[in-house]
């Protein structure tokens, strides 16, 4: 019998970085099912086939309910002593930096803080990243070098009043489907430009598809920039007023002639010219967007700095329909970058300030001793620490890297020599927490409050409408068992509840870019259908504070000298090239709207599975197809130097000869994948490896 609701409730959907909302239909308080909020500014009454399918998740059968201690049931009191003993052992041993905690932005800004607070203030650790490194840090580093901070200028709003919107490296059709419907929204009949190796259903889209060479982005910025330069194609009054470094680059971009940058690219120079004549200055309003394609490369923050170059020179920044624009993934890595005491002290504070950390210290309550003075090893180093013998403790919270990391095979090594191994997750099932030797169940989206951060800086407020199964807790409660459990309830006696958190936070945004203040509760931010930061107490006053906001308006940046900065360096070939072994390039990527990245939980939905079927293929160009005898849907052998896989493949037209596509879901793709990081981001490069390609 189906149940009728008799209630309903407001909350925001966890998945992808859009942050839905959505109007939870409960039945007794307990949500039973979920649709689009319509009253939502974001969503505007639609959702992805994710968010309707939001509660689905939490009633897989495999749902952890109880800690486990080598695979067995224990109870949360034997759990948090092990935990304590065996992590204080590693540190006293081994020091503070033989420790590290592996996070993710899938949790709550408050919790985010909890973690980072209480591992890095409390228990003394220095090292901690979130799995925000694999999609965000590069646009974190690009802004906070570029603008002064990490500040994504714009406003959803941009999608529905730019005339031209270039799209690099992001295929927002599947990745970002809600956001695509604003862009469908734009009754401006926008030219559409699309950068990207493979026809993805954005290019088809697209009114100019610039298919490149794969990983050759960089250039093509610095020559679409050489044009636009020569030919007086400039907005000469904001270049003046707002930046810095302009001579210089104008200087280096003459060395990326079109000649080159068309041999470098694969485009022809009328394509070149054709690009750059829809952005000249002048042109009303075009705004730039990026994503994964972006992010996850070799040089992946100079290419994003390249797109911010072509935003400035052009004007194209802090006026309606404009921007260089990053758009997140997860829905809560806004609040990861800020929030989680990561590479950046809390609030988008510098641990290696003096005057950063006694103020955080004071907004705290703390000691400012407890206040480390270095800044976290990234991701990558982590676990390369971990491989050297230097790290022996991890605690890996909420996110699947053995899925998710590059080169897989060497991921999974490396735990084999950790002295302890702990995971906490909604499932015990996944591919990482099967290898912990502690395993925490945590609460899900739904079973818990808290706040999430979209792409365009908008807090929402995320209920609890479901309680959580068995023993497991919110991450907040686990947090706060394990402060106990050291030791250090004293310390954390403010950190009660989310919103008890909430107001901690406000105060570590004083005075900040991302200030928060004006915020005074859970309440405000559900009755304003979210809030963007920034928000002092006096925009609060001011009418309109809810609707839609974009940083920059007045040409000032965060900056010493308020103005944005050219920053470039020359371009240098990716990692690992095609030879006459390996001639193919492999690329990855999202495949499906249906599906959420490794399918944790999305793949408990039938609905969700009959909309993305389990099996994945591998697409191939019909030319490279016929070279190698491979027919549709036959299955073949796809090797790199690291490892090799059978599948079934594909015959597509939407990849371009010399390359191939396999989407990021299938479990097995990252064994193929070639560890290599940008060096400033220390983002990893998913999207270019050498594979040959063979029928089986
Ligand atoms: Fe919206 Fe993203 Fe949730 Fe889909 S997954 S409903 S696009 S927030």
Known sequence: RRLQPNGTAKSICGFCSTGCGLKLHLKDGVAINATPDPDYPVNLGTACPKGWEALTPLDAADRATTPLLHGQPVDWQTAMNVFCEKMKGVLDQHGPGSAAFISTGQMMCEEMAFLGSLTKFGMGLIHGDGNTRQCMATAVTAYKESFGFDAPPFTYADFEESDVMVFI???????????????????????II???????????????HYAIQPKSDLTLLYGIA????REGAVDTQFVSESTTGFEEFSTFVQAYTPESVAAATGLTVAQLQCFADTIRAGTPRVSFWW????NQSHQATRTAQAIINLALMTGNIGKPGTGANSITGQCNAMGSRLFSNTTNLIGGHDFKNPAHRAKIAEAMGFPVERIPDQPSLAYDQILEGIESGKIKALWIIATNPSHSWINQKRFNNLLSKLDFFVVQDMYGTTETARQAHL??????????????????????FSRQVRRAPGQALSDFRIFRLIAHAWGLGDLFSEWTSPEAVFQILKRCTQDQPCEISGIQDYAMIEKSGG????????DAAAPGFATERRLFADGRFFTPDQRARFIFDPTVPPPELPDADFPLILITGRGTSAQWHTETRTAKSEVLRKLAPAELFLDIHPEDARQLNIRDMSVVMVESRRASLTMKARISPGVCQGQVFLPMHDPRVNQLTHWAVDPFSRQPNYKHCAVRVSPS
């Open 291 to 294: 994503t994964m394609g972006v």
């Open 226 to 229: 050489h044009l636009l330069i």
């Open 531 to 538: 809030i963007q930061w920034p928000l002092k107490v006096t």
């Open 439 to 460: 395993f925490l169940p945590a609460a899900a989206w739904g079973e818990k409050d808290g706040t999430f951060i979209n792409s365009e800086r908008r807090i929402g």
């Open 169 to 191: 490296g992001a295929n927002p059709c599947i990745a970002h489907p809600i956001m695509w419907q604003r862009v469908l929204r734009n009754k401006r009949q926008p030219q």
């Open 194 to 208: 699309v950068v990207d190796p493979r026809t993805t259903e954005t290019a088809m889209a697209a009114t100019q």
